[in-house]
């Protein structure tokens, strides 16, 4: 299943780029067979052979196969943990943000008596 995605993620990424590509040297993207788009057809073909070349390489599969190995094996926190630390991480990051902002107005108007003044 994973390969799948990212065959098909590289199929509509190849498609995506092609489209703009043609129309900056302005061609535009011809119909083939009246029926598919030639992006469309070679998205197609790109994400069909990279699937077939990916499910046949012995280092990707068993690289997919220990993914997800070790991703049954991670212990996930329940919904209590995940929202006291969600709700700890906005409030360092507001008071960052505060402390920031803070500093940033304190050395402004420390700038403009200093630097600004008129002599």
């Known amino acids: 299943m994973t390969i799948l995605s990212i065959a098909f993620l590289l199929a509509i990424s190849v498609?995506?780029?092609?489209?703009?590509?043609?129309?900056?040297?302005?061609?535009?993207?011809?119909?083939?067979?009246?029926?598919?788009?030639?992006?469309?057809?070679?998205?197609?073909?790109?994400?069909?052979?990279?699937f077939i070349l990916m499910i046949r390489h012995r280092a990707v599969v068993r690289f997919t196969d220990e993914s997800w190995t070790?991703?049954?094996?991670?212990f996930w926190p329940d919904k209590q943990e995940t929202v006291r630390s969600t709700t700890i991480v906005i409030f360092v990051t507001l008071f960052i943000?505060?402390?920031?902002?803070?500093?940033?107005?304190?050395?402004?108007?420390?700038?403009?008596?200093?630097?600004?003044?008129?002599?």
């Open 70 to 74: 070790e991703l049954r094996r991670v």
């Open 97 to 119: 943000a505060f402390m920031l902002g803070l500093y940033d107005y304190v050395w402004a108007e420390v700038t403009k008596v200093f630097l600004f003044t008129a002599s």
């Open 15 to 50: 498609r995506g780029l092609a489209i703009p590509v043609l129309a900056k040297f302005q061609f535009g993207d011809p119909l083939l067979f009246n029926t598919i788009n030639a992006t469309t057809l070679a998205a197609i073909v790109i994400g069909a052979s990279t």
